[in-house]
């Protein structure tokens, strides 16, 4: 699997994770939430935060919506064993950042949330 990040301020995905990250903010993020509104986090704040955000918090939920993404295009039955591969790998990855995430000193704990419960719906 290539490396996902770039050098930019704002994350720069290769090919594959922006275009599950696309499929995310357009179709996976409505599931989130029990209700259709606009103001949706799912929708807009948190894929911002994962795509605009430097610590390890905010790359464990930029790989937490990747995986979910993928799994929800395997599910799907889109190219359903390479997905599932990409989830899997993706969820890992944002497990790795999470838990080294939890070690940090720093406090800001909205992406750390964000991220668990991404994940969660994930196996969900």
Known sequence: MEQVFGDLSCVQLKEDAQKLFHHYT?????????????????????PSLARCGYTRGHKSLLYAILAQAA????????????????????????????????????????AILASVLTLIMAEV
Do not use: I, V
Request: charged share 25%; net charge positive; proline share 3%.
């Open 26 to 46: 357009s179709f996976t993020a409505f599931n989130m939430m029990p209700f259709k509104d606009r103001r949706n986090p799912w929708l807009s704040f948190y």
């Open 71 to 110: 799994g929800n295009l395997a599910h799907l039955g889109y190219r359903r064993e390479d997905m599932l591969g990409l989830a899997t790998g993706f969820y890992a990855r944002a497990m790795k950042q999470l838990r080294e995430r939890l070690q940090d000193a720093d406090n800001d704990f909205t």
